[in-house]
């Protein structure tokens, strides 16, 4: 439930209402609309049926949240939430680019991927330290020396830092080396990991699931907002169909789903998305049509040689390529104002 004070109510009306919530055992929570104040309420809202909100002085209204995630929701925070991590602004007016290998296979690797990622322009250098491989035979990922070389590659190019996080106890070294925790597809619904990272003060970029619904996908960001980590970015990597010609079917239409449901942002990546590299680029620009706030893409100096994804990597040029194509479609967009969904 939220309770939508009037524009104007004063700070004593406000504290009666969270006292009230609080008599009965619920949290309540604060929100700055544009022009007035709303107050949530986290927690079983039958609770409240004791309590005459609705009464109270500088109560407008109380509405009933249907959903079953709440901080996540839209109803319970209409405005769109900007992500800060580490300066680079997520759901502002530009879109944020993430590129980089896979994994990070070793020094020189990534070092010469970063170079060529912060000159065409993307604010984030993503790769792998822990790799989640379908077979336990496939490179697992170099973990900590890789976390060493992603700072090393932060100092010498400015980029901001995103990798996956894989279990509990790696959250810890993750959190030490990188900017934002990326929180892969195969564990979006592994509870324990998102409560965990709730508590982490670093940002956290939530994959999709391999099959999971728009509803569980929200409900996952809620468990990590919901332990006190109000900064989290969804991230579309596509989800399993039937169709088996590309890696897996890129859902598009979540941009415009998540940008109704929830005011978190929530960027593309059409690497794993498709599994092609061919498909990079129309897929990316397709997604910043629709609203994405950004995106994720795969680039590896020689993809023939990548230790993991080489046939969704980008080359070099390709990458080049695609971020001119994306800052000409973001500027038209931006000055055509075709941005965003028709209330
Ligand atoms: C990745 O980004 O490296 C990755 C493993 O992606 P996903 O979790 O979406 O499969
Ligand atoms: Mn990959």
Redesign the pocket.
Known sequence: MVIIMNPEATSQNIDEVIKAINSVGLEAKIMEGAQQKIVGVIGDKTKLASVAIDALPGVESSVAISKSYKLASREFHPQSSVIDVSGVKIGGSEPVIMAGP??VESREQLLKSAKIVAEGGAQFL?G?AY??RTSPYSFQGLEVEGLKYLAEAREVTGLKIVT?VTTVEGIEPVAEYADML?I???NMQNFGLLKEVGKCKRPVLL?RGLAATIDEWLNAAEYIMNAGNPDVVL?E?GIRTYETYTRNTLDLSAVAAVKHLSHLPIIV?PS?GTGKWRMVKPMALAAIAAGADGL?M?MHPNPARALS?GSQSLTPEHYRSIMSGIKKLATFLREENLIGLDE
Request: charged fraction near 45%; glycine fraction near 10%.
């Open positions: 896979c994994a993503r792998g790799k989640p996956e990326q892969g597809a195969r994959k991230c990597r990546d794993h994720m795969e994804d």
